[in-house]
């Protein structure tokens, strides 16, 4: 698959099941069997395992055309790989995974998670998240990290969206997810409300790596990726760390 509504039908390649993926899928049809999926946004049931129904899915803001490196979305038949601004000053992430844009209803989706803390909602972010991962080329990263937040916030939300989409996002794709390597050791204002000029200096040196990285490739994870200066800053201390290649795995790429 590649970006486009959710193909029902053809297993991705790259996650070809091995014997433990084939257990845990008789496990999730029975389940479905059982317990009938309801689609997430308009209650019908959807006769598979996944909580979007075709209907749904087909209207979906999928990101079709993408900035290799940064995710921002390129005008419809552009075939760049790279946007002006990576081409000027490449981030220190390498590449970028994002499936849909941030607008309705994709925003209710991802506000319901993380403001309302209806965690049942990650499942189907990070099953949509997982496909497109696979659907793609190159290698799979040795370790997931999600993005972490600030021990207050934390405290103050009682989750952090991005470890409860990694943790899916590890199971799914059977990749070890380390959700303490990293630490956010500097409260940030929220980025969404500053302006966009000084983002930048916000999450400046908001991350430390606490211990030794166990991979070389890794997989930062978020919800949302806005001007993209949180992941980017989390890519750095990684990279400082020993990290070669990080990548960015989010949900959806808002415009800058
Ligand atoms: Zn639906
Ligand atoms: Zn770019």
Not at 28 to 46: E, G, K, M, N, Y
Not at 97 to 125: C, H, M, N, W
Not at 214 to 221: E, G, L, T
Request: glycine fraction near 6%.
């Amino acid at each position: 698959m590649g970006s486009g509504a959710l193909d029902y039908e053809t297993e991705p390649p790259g996650c070809q099941p091995d014997k433990e993926i084939v257990v845990y899928d008789w496990k999730r049809l029975l389940q479905s069997l059982l317990f009938p999926v309801h689609c997430r946004l308009c209650a019908v049931r959807t006769g598979t395992a996944v909580s979007l129904c075709p209907d749904c899915s087909a209207d979906l803001p999928w990101l079709e055309s993408a900035c290799h490196q940064c995710g921002c979305a390129l005008p419809a038949g552009d075939d760049r790989l790279l946007c002006g601004a990576c081409q000027q000053r490449p981030p220190y992430f390498d590449t970028t995974t994002a499936i849909l844009q941030y607008r309705p209803p994709v925003d209710y989706l991802v506000q319901r998670l993380k403001f309302s803390g209806e965690l049942a909602i990650a499942p189907l972010l990070s099953e949509l998240l997982a496909l497109q991962v696979c659907s793609r080329e190159g290698s799979l990263p040795g370790l997931i990290v999600p993005v972490p937040l600030h021990p207050s916030r934390l405290r103050e939300r009682g989750f952090n969206q991005a470890t409860e989409i990694a943790r899916l996002l590890g199971k799914k794709l059977q990749l070890p997810v380390n959700h303490r390597l990293c630490k956010r050791t500097r409260k940030t204002d929220t980025q969404s409300l500053l302006p966009v000029k000084i983002r930048h200096w916000n999450v400046r040196n908001a991350f430390t790596v606490t211990g030794e990285i166990p991979a070389r490739h890794i997989a930062i994870v978020d919800d949302v990726m806005t001007t993209g200066h949180t992941v980017n800053e989390l890519a750095r201390a990684l990279k400082r760390a020993g990290a070669e290649r990080v990548e960015v795995w989010v949900i959806a790429r808002a415009g800058h």
